[in-house]
T-cell receptor, first 109, second 112 residues
Framework: AQRVTQPEKLLSVFKGAPVELKCNYS??????LFWYVQYSRQRLQLLLR??SRESIKGFTADLNKGETSFHLKKPFAQEEDSAMYYC???????????FGKGTLLTVNP | NAGVTQTPKFQVLKTGQSMTLQCAQD?????MYWYRQDPGMGLRLIYY???????DKGEVPNGYNVSRLNKREFSLRLESAAPSQTSVYFC???????????FGPGTRLTVT
């Protein structure tokens, strides 16, 4: 069975502070991991995929297979980063996505 | 390209009424999905269609039916709506590598 855990429902930081959104997963095979972002009342948008090792909007995430984690980080948070963030795992031939319950990030001025 | 589109955007139903949520994608994707989003629960998969002509149950299929009408369209039907089905419903599609899913704008459904 595959599972994604985001331990923080809410995270509040000040503008310019570093931010880390935690994601831990459980999967017996080689997972594909993603971070999605949902701005207020909008559709989910892909933010990052681990396979690309890219940086989008200043965010990065590194897959740590030993700790089964895929934490999302940004060194200097901006107010426009305020949103709901979902970590998701894809595994298996049908490529279903299993989502964590999300972390609501608020960046205060 | 419009991507993934959903209709309607909002709907209010009375308990026991039926309705169909429509979803279409213009990206020539094989796989399509229906999720519901509830506060504190994240997104939960209701049904999915790995390819045209196939459908499978997800995590929370009870009370729903789906139809993969063709490669573009994947509809979700509530035969007898219940207040527990009040939620925001998202449709998504997936193409090939690198396998991320693309989401529609959502349908906000309230059942009274």
């Amino acid at each position: 069975a595959q599972r994604v855990t985001q331990p923080e429902k809410l995270l509040s930081v000040f503008k310019g502070a570093p931010v880390e959104l935690k994601c831990n997963y459980s999967y017996s095979g080689s997972p594909e991991l993603f971070w999605y972002v949902q701005y207020s009342r909008q559709r989910l948008q892909l933010l990052l995929r681990h396979i690309s090792r890219e940086s989008i909007k200043g965010f990065t995430a590194d897959l740590n297979k030993g700790e089964t984690s895929f934490h999302l980080k940004k060194p200097f948070a901006q107010e426009e980063d305020s949103a709901m963030y979902y970590c998701a795992l894809s595994g298996g031939s049908n490529y279903k996505l299993t989502f964590g319950k999300g972390t609501l990030l608020t960046v205060n001025p | 390209n419009a991507g993934v589109t959903q209709t309607p955007k909002f709907q209010v139903l009375k308990t026991g009424q039926s309705m169909t949520l429509q979803c279409a994608q213009d990206m020539n994707h094989n796989s399509m999905y229906w999720y519901r989003q509830d506060p504190g629960m994240g997104l939960r998969l209701i049904y999915y269609s790995a390819s045209e002509g196939t459908t499978d149950k997800g995590e929370v299929p009870n009370g729903y039916n789906v139809s993969r009408l063709n490669k573009r369209e994947f509809s979700l039907r509530l035969e007898s709506a219940a207040p527990s089905q009040t939620s925001v419903y998202f449709c998504a599609s997936r193409g090939g590598v690198p396998y991320e899913q693309y989401f529609g704008p959502g349908t906000r459904l309230t059942v009274t």
